[in-house]
């Protein structure tokens, strides 16, 4: 043996046979993978950016009147938020009674943090 793993057969393949391709993948060629990339980060600025300008708003403006463990939990917990937000609306993701209840629970757990 020169040192290498034998692959094991695959249902899809006898044993001296590359795997072939799966039938659901779609073949790209470097260009085209280009512009995919250029509008995905595009695209996923254009959702965080809003989250982010208002964090930095909030840090900025809390300055002095919270604490850093307060500002800590808001910026966190709005994270999150606007994470399920952008799932739900742009992705069309259902949210789940547990998920919901985790939300509620987050929320009273930041306001417990936030007011002494």
């Known amino acids: 043996a020169s040192g290498r793993l034998a692959r094991a057969p695959t249902p ?4 001296l046979e590359p795997p072939r391709a799966s039938p659901t993948r779609i073949p790209t060629t470097r260009r085209g993978t ?11 600025w254009l959702l965080v950016l809003p989250e ?3 964090n930095v ?18 910026n966190l917990s709005s994270g999150v938020v606007c994470v399920a937000l ?17 939300f509620v629970l987050m929320t009273l757990g930041v306001v417990l943090v936030v007011y002494r």
């Not at 899809?12 to 044993?15: E, L």
């Open 12 to 15: 899809t393949s006898g044993p």
């Open 34 to 44: 280009r512009g995919c990339r250029g509008a995905a980060l595009f695209g996923s």
């Open 52 to 54: 982010y300008i208002l």
């Open 57 to 74: 708003s909030a840090i900025r403006y809390g300055h002095g009147t919270f604490t850093g463990g307060q500002m800590a939990a808001m």
């Open 86 to 102: 952008v799932a739900r609306y742009f992705l069309g993701e259902k949210l789940s009674r547990r998920q919901i209840l985790g």
